[in-house]
């Protein structure tokens, strides 16, 4: 599905022109409806990773612009050797080390909030070396849209994972937030909602469970096929 063709469905379907559903209202909508799924639902689409640097005697950390949650992080040495961090507060991280010039290998992290825009994690002890630093993390959902900025966040697309892999979902959910707007009939909000639901529902499964579990170390899924004996066959006839 094209962003144009979202635009006309949803246009088609509430039988209100542009004039009033602008295509910058509709965009809100959308926008809208990619956070509400990605908050609702944990698709692989939105997983990734970033490489950087720790600063020798540095201990905050610089994490992606598009990290919307951190999933873990990992302190890679100079001989490749992988170490995950393990998550504290800042109150033990500030108990662990209360002299910020105590360096050596980072063991634990905690969530940093300065007063800038950007977004920073605190390790423990102080890097002594400036070793690999991976982040594993969410980033803030694709944004579907008709043109690409790439200084924009969330990233605009032309197209998106949602609009190729799970158009229904999003269209359902836009077509809530319009009949919101437009204060339309209860009844065909319920639907639409409902509707809604039920696609979130099959795209979570999809996303946090048929494509998480491999048949070789998982097996295949079955669903157990009632199957009566001849006498139970001769008693229904």
């Known amino acids: 599905m094209t962003y144009a063709e979202l635009l006309t469905k949803i246009r088609d ?10 295509d910058s209202i509709i965009n809100g909508f959308i926008l809208d ?7 609702e639902v944990d698709s692989n689409s939105d997983r990734r990773q970033s490489t950087s640097n720790f600063v020798a005697n540095n201990r905050y950390v610089l994490l992606p612009t598009d990290l919307m949650i951190v999933r873990s992080v990992q302190h890679v040495s100079s001989g490749n050797v992988r170490t995950f961090l393990q998550e504290r507060d800042l ?8 002299n910020d010039t105590t360096t050596g290998t980072p063991k634990y992290w905690g969530h940093w909030h300065r007063s800038n825009n950007n977004q920073y994690i605190v390790v423990a002890p102080t890097p002594a070396a400036a070793d690999t630093c991976q982040i594993n ?15 924009a ?9 949602l609009s190729q892999k799970a158009p229904d979902l999003l269209f359902y959910g836009v077509m809530c937030e319009a ?8 009844d065909m909000y319920k639907l639409y909602m409902g509707k809604y639901n039920e696609e979130r529902q099959a795209f979570a499964l999809e996303q946090m469970g048929r494509r998480r579990r491999g048949e070789y170390t ?3 899924p079955r669903v157990p096929v009632p199957s009566p004996s ?3 066959w001769r008693n229904l006839k």
């Open 153 to 161: 966040l969330p990233a605009q697309n032309t197209t998106t994972y």
């Open 13 to 22: 379907y509430t039988e209100v022109t542009s004039s009033v559903l602008t």
């Open 230 to 232: 001849p006498d139970e």
């Open 137 to 151: 993390y969410i980033r803030v959902p694709e944004h579907f849209y008709s043109s690409t900025d790439a200084a």
């Open 179 to 186: 009949y919101a707007f437009l204060k339309g009939p209860m």
């Open 218 to 220: 998982d097996g295949v």
């Open 91 to 98: 109150s033990f991280i500030s108990e662990y080390t209360p």
């Open 33 to 39: 409806t990619e956070m509400k799924i990605s908050k």
